[in-house]
């Protein structure tokens, strides 16, 4: 048995806080059964992730009552939750981070971006920042590259559509969110704000609402904000398998707009949203408690896929040049 005592600790996504606990007792079984009890009756995935949860219950019971101190334990839980291969589904403790290894795997061995080529050969010293996104012209000012590289750094419609103004000669703009690991959802809807949104069905959600796998509340459904003189040319969206959480979402949303083209490879996925739950110990759990189906029931959990699969060329980088970025410049031209 062990002494909980006054810890700080951090929650992922939030902010850095202090928590004050009464000290208590509490066991590795109590920790166990909290934690697997909450994802069996909280979490929303379970049906697109293929994992028996009553089987891993018994076999990582013993394991975890039979740990020998907290750091065993850590990593015994943390096993255990990372065979949901979800990336919204962490442990925290005050020593470690828990993350899935899968998702972190295929995240950064599936790159589909060298960023010294685009910082060197498209962005080039010469680039403007606006915001949170950093762009130039290529093609003799004929497309619009600009680089957003996370949804944490905040863009608004006005400042993009100044981007956009900057250059009216461009036929079209290409976003480029490759490696892109998501971050404030508001951020998808300040750049949408610019598009020819007309209120199409962009996705629908539901929330777990109950302790069965299958137990959802009803289904909402998510429009595209109507936009006045929105933008109309063409968009090229670069995405790659570290496209995660808001980018797949955003990705996602694309999917319903005609002048939006996805180029590149599947995104990393991430499309529920997650919440968290302290345990009897003091660490906290994060885990996905929605769901979130494209316009024709399809769930992209584990990837939103591009309209055209292309993938970085290592003879292309090694001559400087970016064969996804050249692929979606082509598309503008032409």
Not at 143 to 156: E, G, K, M, P, T
Request: aromatic share 10%.
């Amino acid at each position: 048995m062990r002494k909980l005592l006054i810890i700080p600790f951090i929650l992922v996504l939030a902010s850095c806080e202090k928590l004050l606990i009464e000290e208590t007792e509490y066991s590795n079984l109590a920790t166990f059964d909290y934690l697997w009890e909450t994802i069996d009756r909280e979490y929303s995935l379970f049906d697109v992730k293929n994992v028996d949860w009553q089987a891993i219950h018994s076999q990582y019971r013993h394991r975890a009552d039979t740990s020998s101190n907290d750091i065993e334990l850590f990593e015994i839980l943390a096993d255990m939750l990372n065979l949901l291969d979800d990336g919204h589904v962490n442990l925290i403790s005050t020593f470690d981070v828990s993350r899935s290894e899968e998702t972190f795997l295929r995240s950064y061995g599936r790159q589909n971006i060298d960023i010294p080529t685009v910082a060197l050969n498209y962005l080039g010293s010469d680039y403007h920042s606006t915001g949170g996104m950093a762009y130039n012209t290529l093609r003799d000012g004929k497309v619009l590259y600009i680089r957003y590289s996370s949804f944490s750094n905040n863009i608004s419609p006005s400042q993009l559509r100044f981007i956009i103004k900057r250059y009216p000669n461009a036929k079209g703009l290409i976003l480029d969110m490759r490696q892109n690991g998501g971050g404030y959802i508001n951020n998808i809807w300040n750049i949408l704000n610019v598009m020819p949104g007309q209120g199409q069905l962009l996705y629908r959600t539901q929330i777990k609402s109950g302790p069965s796998h299958d137990d959802f509340a009803p289904v909402e459904a998510v429009t595209a904000p109507e936009v006045d003189n929105p933008y109309t040319g063409k968009v090229v969206l670069l995405i790659d398998r570290g496209s995660y959480s808001a980018t797949s979402f955003f990705a996602l949303c694309c999917r319903s707009y005609d002048n939006i083209t996805l180029v590149g490879d599947t995104t990393g996925g991430g499309l529920g949203l997650p919440k968290g739950r302290q345990l009897p110990n003091g660490w906290y759990v994060r885990y996905s408690v929605t769901r979130t189906l494209a316009p024709d029931g399809t769930n992209f959990e584990n990837g939103v896929p591009p309209d055209e699969v292309v993938v970085l060329d290592p003879l292309s980088t090694a001559a400087g040049k970016d064969n996804v970025i050249e692929r979606a410049c082509d598309i503008i031209e032409n």
